[in-house]
């Protein structure tokens, strides 16, 4: 893309000045300059620099070469200039954030930017008191590409017609309609929550590089709670403050949701905005919990999306709470791990490309745990925290017995497998399959006679 020069600079044409404007070079002065330049270039610049002074010098300073070498053998330099400026104008007639936001990012992310990268006009028209946008703003009614604002002329038009009127044949009784189609509300449930987030960015980063006062930064951490209670109930989440599902196929959408690329990345920024625990981010946890056997079946890359996903959920474990902790062990005891077993990985440490999503949560929810004084070991960091209550701790010991059978069991199938190995290579597959990580964080939970089996269950793999 091509910067087009400010009027009236050191390399515009003394032709432009004969008039108001962008004034145009006339037919003849072009045929002269192509005839003395087939490049179309300037003819002076090739010549050597006139000593004496008179009509030479001063037509040599009048056309002087401008900051571009453009090769046209039909226009000339000022004329593309006068085009540019024109298309600059057209082009660049909004807001730089708004029309020109992935190339400021790309130069934040460099740091190339001089400015701050934060949208100041969103401040002035939103955060005025309401934080609601001045006057309703309309939306094309196109199925299948989104919502599209009718204002802007820059979006993308709809290729064809799709509403349901628009098809030359009958429309079948038991034919839905494209609204209907769940990949299609999937999409458009997804654009529309990476588009909230984009908002919930903005707000952030207002908040961090702008200086507002105390009463519209309250305002403004509304409006971004209010931006992610509305991501969170498009979801679909049972409601309620409780890991057991009142309806069987209450994770349904959910699911449904995260068994998509796009899905995954949504649900994972989500999360990763999400400072503190709230009511919706403990239901995506559970969610979580009660189906990691349908959602880690399949081992995954440490570059994929749901290794971002099961990276969003652990950092979001550490802000729950001693009560949150042990419904979130509960959700994963009452969940498809009691028919399906330990979803686990443990190949994934020897291997680099890959990642173990579900030992990665679980580890993650035993040292949280662990760090609330929890367990037979509490971690040192709860020394200074007050002890938490006998009951709680009762219904965690419990949990963390019924993990353990869980557990147990699972290092049962090794050693079975392990004493019927006969090469050399089915003992180290085997070994490579022993959860270390996962051990090592169950041991501050479990007790003496605990302890004893899994040693000695290690001495006998390893």
Same mark, same amino acid.
């Given at each position: 893309?091509?910067?087009?020069?400010?009027?009236?600079?050191?390399?515009?044409?003394?032709?432009?000045?004969?008039?108001?404007?962008?004034?145009?070079?006339?037919?003849?002065?072009?045929?002269?300059?192509?005839?003395?330049?087939?490049?179309?270039?300037?003819?002076?610049?090739?010549?050597?620099?006139?000593?004496? *002074? /008179?009509?030479?010098?001063?037509?040599?300073?009048?056309?002087?070469?401008?900051?571009?070498?453009?090769?046209? %053998?039909?226009?000339?330099?000022?004329?593309?200039?006068? !085009?540019?400026?024109?298309?600059?104008?057209?082009?660049?007639?909004?807001?730089?954030?708004?029309?020109? =936001?992935? =190339? @400021?990012? =790309?130069?934040?992310?460099?740091?190339?930017?001089?400015?701050? #990268?934060?949208?100041?006009?969103?401040?002035?028209?939103?955060?005025?008191?309401?934080?609601?946008?001045?006057?309703?703003?309309?939306?094309?009614?196109?199925?299948?590409?989104?919502?599209?604002?009718?204002?802007?002329?820059?979006?993308?038009?709809?290729?064809?017609?799709?509403?349901?009127?628009?098809? *030359?044949?009958?429309?079948? $009784?038991?034919?839905?309609?494209?609204?209907?189609?769940?990949?299609?509300?999937?999409?458009?449930?997804?654009?529309?929550?990476?588009?909230?987030?984009?908002?919930?960015?903005?707000?952030?980063?207002?908040?961090?590089?702008?200086?507002?006062?105390?009463?519209?930064?309250?305002?403004?951490?509304?409006?971004?709670?209010?931006?992610?209670? %509305?991501?969170?109930?498009?979801?679909? @989440?049972?409601?309620?403050?409780?890991?057991?599902?009142?309806?069987?196929?209450?994770?349904?959408? #959910?699911?449904?949701?995260?068994? @998509?690329?796009?899905?995954?990345?949504?649900?994972?920024?989500?999360?990763? !905005?999400?400072?503190?625990?709230?009511?919706?981010?403990?239901?995506?946890?559970?969610?979580?919990?009660?189906?990691?056997?349908?959602?880690?079946?399949?081992?995954?890359? %440490?570059?994929?999306?749901?290794?971002?996903?099961?990276?969003?959920?652990?950092?979001?474990?550490?802000? @729950?709470?001693?009560?949150?902790?042990?419904?979130?062990?509960?959700?994963?005891?009452?969940?498809?791990?009691?028919?399906? /077993?330990?979803?686990?990985?443990? &190949?994934?440490?020897?291997?680099?490309?890959?990642?173990?999503?579900?030992?990665?949560?679980?580890?993650?929810?035993?040292?949280?745990?662990? /760090?609330?004084?929890?367990?037979?070991?509490?971690?040192?960091?709860?020394?200074?925290? $007050?002890?938490?209550?006998?009951?709680?701790?009762?219904?965690?010991?419990?949990?963390?017995?019924?993990?353990?059978?869980? !557990?147990?069991?699972?290092?049962?199938?090794?050693?079975?497998? =392990?004493?019927?190995?006969? &090469?050399?290579?089915?003992?180290?597959?085997?070994?490579?399959?022993?959860?270390?990580?996962?051990?090592?964080?169950?041991?501050?939970?479990?007790?003496?006679?605990?302890?004893?089996? !899994?040693?000695?269950?290690?001495?006998?793999?390893?």
């Amino acid at each position: 893309r091509v910067r087009p020069r400010e009027r009236g600079g050191p390399g515009e044409d003394a032709n432009n000045n004969s008039g108001p404007g962008f004034g145009l070079i006339n037919k003849r002065e072009t045929q002269r300059r192509v005839s003395r330049d087939p490049r179309g270039g300037n003819y002076h610049h090739h010549q050597p620099q006139s000593h004496g *002074g /008179g009509y030479g010098q001063h037509q040599q300073q009048r056309e002087r070469p401008s900051y571009h070498w453009y090769s046209s %053998s039909v226009m000339s330099k000022s004329e593309i200039d006068t !085009l540019l400026r024109i298309q600059w104008a057209a082009t660049h007639a909004g807001r730089p954030y708004f029309e020109d =936001y992935y =190339y @400021l990012a =790309y130069l934040k992310k460099d740091g190339q930017l001089k400015g701050k #990268f934060s949208p100041i006009e969103v401040f002035t028209e939103d955060a005025q008191g309401t934080g609601v946008r001045k006057g309703p703003v309309g939306h094309l009614d196109v199925q299948g590409l989104g919502t599209i604002p009718v204002p802007n002329t820059r979006r993308p038009k709809p290729l064809m017609d799709l509403s349901a009127g628009s098809g *030359g044949g009958n429309k079948g $009784e038991n034919q839905k309609s494209l609204d209907q189609e769940p990949l299609l509300a999937a999409r458009v449930m997804i654009e529309d929550g990476l588009s909230l987030l984009l908002d919930v960015d903005d707000v952030d980063r207002i908040l961090e590089e702008r200086e507002v006062d105390e009463e519209d930064r309250e305002e403004l951490t509304k409006r971004r709670s209010a931006l992610l209670e %509305s991501i969170a109930s498009s979801f679909h @989440l049972p409601s309620g403050n409780s890991p057991v599902l009142q309806e069987k196929d209450g994770d349904s959408v #959910f699911l449904y949701l995260a068994h @998509l690329r796009k899905g995954q990345k949504l649900i994972s920024s989500f999360l990763n !905005l999400c400072h503190e625990a709230q009511s919706y981010t403990n239901q995506i946890l559970w969610s979580v919990f009660r189906n990691m056997n349908l959602l880690f079946q399949d081992p995954h890359r %440490s570059n994929s999306p749901m290794a971002g996903l099961s990276a969003a959920v652990a950092k979001s474990i550490a802000n @729950l709470n001693i009560s949150d902790v042990c419904m979130s062990l509960t959700a994963f005891l009452i969940g498809d791990c009691k028919s399906d /077993g330990l979803p686990i990985k443990p &190949t994934a440490e020897f291997d680099p490309n890959l990642f173990d999503c579900a030992g990665q949560i679980l580890c993650a929810l035993l040292s949280r745990a662990s /760090g609330l004084g929890l367990g037979v070991t509490p971690s040192p960091s709860s020394y200074n925290l $007050e002890a938490p209550p006998s009951n709680l701790v009762a219904a965690w010991d419990g949990a963390v017995n019924a993990f353990f059978a869980l !557990l147990q069991q699972h290092m049962n199938t090794k050693l079975s497998a =392990y004493k019927g190995a006969k &090469t050399d290579e089915e003992l180290e597959r085997i070994r490579r399959e022993v959860p270390v990580q996962l051990i090592r964080s169950m041991l501050p939970h479990a007790n003496d006679q605990q302890r004893q089996q !899994l040693r000695e269950m290690l001495v006998v793999l390893k």
